[in-house]
């Protein structure tokens, strides 16, 4: 069996959610009652991501034109979570690495 050890930066959806929210002033979700809910951005549903899952994102500090583009725009949509971690990396508001996004709800 071939293996490999990696290093892992590692973590919690929720605290990603929050520090992306916070980074580029993602507001929280209103209810028709008034009442807000969450921190704006949320991983889970911009990236599909599944309950009791775990997802690998390499960041190093570089988008694509695309990636830049969500940045810029502000977008929450497929592989924002990357292109906003790149860009925290690029400002050094994060580490570059390897991430390990735990998704338990």
């Given at each position: 069996m071939k293996t490999e050890l990696k290093t892992y930066i590692v973590v919690d959806y929720n605290d990603l959610d929050k520090a992306?929210?916070?980074?580029?002033?993602?507001?929280?979700?209103?209810?028709?009652s008034g009442r807000s809910y969450g921190y704006g951005f949320e991983c889970v549903?911009?990236?599909?991501?599944?309950?009791?899952?775990n997802y690998i994102i390499d960041v190093d500090?570089?988008?694509d034109k695309w990636g830049q583009e969500i940045v810029d725009k502000?977008?929450?949509s497929f592989g924002s979570v990357r292109a906003y971690l790149n860009d925290m990396?690029?400002?050094?508001?994060?580490?570059?690495?390897?991430?390990l996004v735990k998704v338990f709800w």
């Amino acid at each position: 069996m071939k293996t490999e050890l990696k290093t892992y930066i590692v973590v919690d959806y929720n605290d990603l959610d929050k520090a992306i929210s916070e980074t580029y002033d993602f507001k929280p979700k209103v209810m028709p009652s008034g009442r807000s809910y969450g921190y704006g951005f949320e991983c889970v549903a911009a990236e599909e991501m599944n309950n009791y899952s775990n997802y690998i994102i390499d960041v190093d500090g570089e988008n694509d034109k695309w990636g830049q583009e969500i940045v810029d725009k502000r977008k929450s949509s497929f592989g924002s979570v990357r292109a906003y971690l790149n860009d925290m990396a690029k400002r050094d508001l994060v580490p570059k690495g390897v991430y390990l996004v735990k998704v338990f709800w």
